[in-house]
Structures are given as structure tokens and as C-alpha cells.
């Protein structure tokens, strides 16, 4: 059974960072990419960055330059590196995992809360 698990969430200051991860068990060869979604409330779960099997990234446009995703696969894990965090980045962040051009995973999610 395929797990993913985020870690690193918690409450941190506007301007403030924090680094999520995500433990996965997804096979490496299978995987076609690897992204960071979140959900605030009373809103839709949107990207925030993908990384592609190839190493290729993508941002939404309201993180680009503040934000950074990496991947260890040797360590199954996946990071999204939050700088200069926002009071509007409140949410819940979730891991996905996209196998074999049909699969797609989630985590259970980590809650991000920016506020003074």
C-alpha cells in the first residue's frame, strides 16, 4: 500500500520559513512527478510546486522565488522549502504522487498556519 506522510507544518510569523517533507513509499522508477497542493478553507486544493521525474519544476506564480521543492530519492522524500511565508499561504498542505501515467496518491496533509 502506497503511503505518503508531510511533516514540518506549524505556525510560523509572516516573513518567517519552514521546510515540509514528505516520506513516501511510492516505487522511484514509476513515479512521473511529485508535488506539493494545498487547501485553504472555503478554497479549492491548488498546485503549489511539482517536480517531474526528470527534475523539471513548476511553481504557481504566487510562491515563484520564494519557494523551492527537491527531492532525495534515496531518502523517498520530498521537500518544499517555504521562504518569506505570507498570512495568504495558510492552508493545508498535501503530497501527491503521480505513478504510471494513471495514479495518483495524497498524503493526509500538514497544516501551515502564517500569523502574528
Known amino acids: 500500500q502506497v503511503q505518503l506522510v508531510e511533516s514540518g507544518g506549524g505556525l510560523v510569523q509572516p516573513g518567517g520559513s519552514l521546510r515540509l517533507s514528505c516520506a513516501h513509499s511510492v516505487t522511484i522508477f514509476t513515479i512521473n512527478a511529485m508535488g506539493w497542493y494545498r487547501q485553504a478553507p472555503g478554497s479549492a486544493r491548488e498546485l503549489v510546486a511539482e517536480i517531474t521525474s526528470g527534475g523539471s519544476t513548476n511553481y504557481t506564480d504566487p510562491v515563484k522565488g520564494r519557494f523551492t521543492i527537491s527531492r532525495d530519492n534515496a531518502k523517498n522524500t520530498v521537500y518544499l522549502q517555504m521562504n518569506s511565508l505570507k498570512p495568504e499561504g495558510t492552508a493545508v498542505y498535501y503530497c501527491?504522487?503521480?505513478?504510471?501515467?494513471?495514479?495518483?496518491?495524497w498524503g493526509r496533509g500538514t497544516q501551515v498556519t502564517v500569523s502574528s
Open positions: 501527491n504522487a503521480k505513478a504510471l501515467q494513471r495514479y495518483n496518491f
